[in-house]
């Protein structure tokens, strides 16, 4: 089975404060997201990596970055959390940009409280 | 752009029923991917079913069936005999090649005893 993990369930950090949050697949999935999830709105795609070192900025990417060193492991940073950013943040991985019919396998989710 | 809609933010079915969760999307491309995700609460989303565009029969995975209306761009997720572990958000989804999965805004399924 393919597992997503993320670093943290539930997160509180104060404005100001740089956040990261990490994301690590065990299939050798070429794909890798970051979504926002916040109610009403659904899910937004914050950005996208394809490869390692390779990322496209998704739908709302202001105020976030991310990075990709190992084809497992992908982060979203916060460069300086602010209380919009609250909101539940959910990693995501896919096998490969060419087979779209591949489903995404989701990990459990960060709940991030920005104070 | 492609745009994906639930219109229905909460649903509510009694246990052993069927229900119908509503899904309509639209788009210009004639080869896409339309999925529904399940989100129980505090638990990952799975895929529930999916559905191939070019494919006239619509899908089905044991209790869960969609009805895809190609020309009339709606995908709605019919759950017969409905159990309590049912209950979840669940999301439709599109995708049509790149990259980009688009999420609808989720429909709550509740399921009462």
Redesign the interface.
């Known amino acids: 089975d393919v597992k997503?993990t993320q670093s943290s369930r539930y997160l509180v950090k104060r404005t100001g404060e740089k956040v990261f949050l990490e994301c690590v697949q065990d299939m050798d999935h070429e794909?890798m997201?970051w979504?926002r999830q916040d109610p009403?709105?659904?899910?937004r795609?914050i950005y996208?990596s394809?490869d390692v070192k390779m990322k496209?900025k998704?739908d709302i990417p202001e105020g976030y970055s991310v990075s990709r060193e190992k084809k497992e492991r992908f982060s979203l940073i916060l460069e300086s959390a602010s209380t919009n950013q609250t909101s539940m943040y959910?990693c995501a991985s896919s096998l490969s940009?060419e087979m779209?019919?591949n489903?995404?396998f989701?990990?459990?989710?960060t709940r991030l409280t920005v104070l | 752009a492609q745009t994906v809609t639930?219109s229905q933010?909460e649903m509510s079915v009694q246990e052993a029923e069927t229900v119908t969760l509503s899904c309509t999307y639209d788009t210009s491309e004639s080869d896409?991917?339309l999925?529904w995700?399940k989100q129980p609460p505090s638990?990952?989303?799975?895929?529930v079913i999916?559905q191939?565009a070019y494919k006239q029969q619509n899908a089905t995975e044991n209790r869960f069936s969609v009805n895809f209306q190609k020309a009339a761009k709606s995908f709605s997720l019919k759950i017969s005999d409905s159990q309590l572990g049912d209950a979840a958000m669940y999301?439709c989804a599109y995708?049509?090649?790149?990259?980009?999965?688009i999420?609808?805004?989720?429909t709550r399924l509740k399921v009462l005893a």
Do not use: A, C, D, W
């Not at chain 1, 009403?40 to 899910?43: D, E, I, P, Q, S």
């Not at chain 1, 989701?106 to 989710?109: K, L, Q, R, S």
């Not at chain 2, 995708?95 to 999965?101: A, D, E, N, P």
């Open positions: 997503v794909n997201f979504y009403g709105l659904g899910l795609l996208f394809y496209e998704g959910l940009r779209i019919r489903e995404q989701f990990g459990p989710g | 639930q933010p896409y991917y999925f995700y638990r990952q989303m799975i895929l999916r191939e999301f995708t049509s090649g790149t990259y980009k999965y999420f609808g805004t989720g």
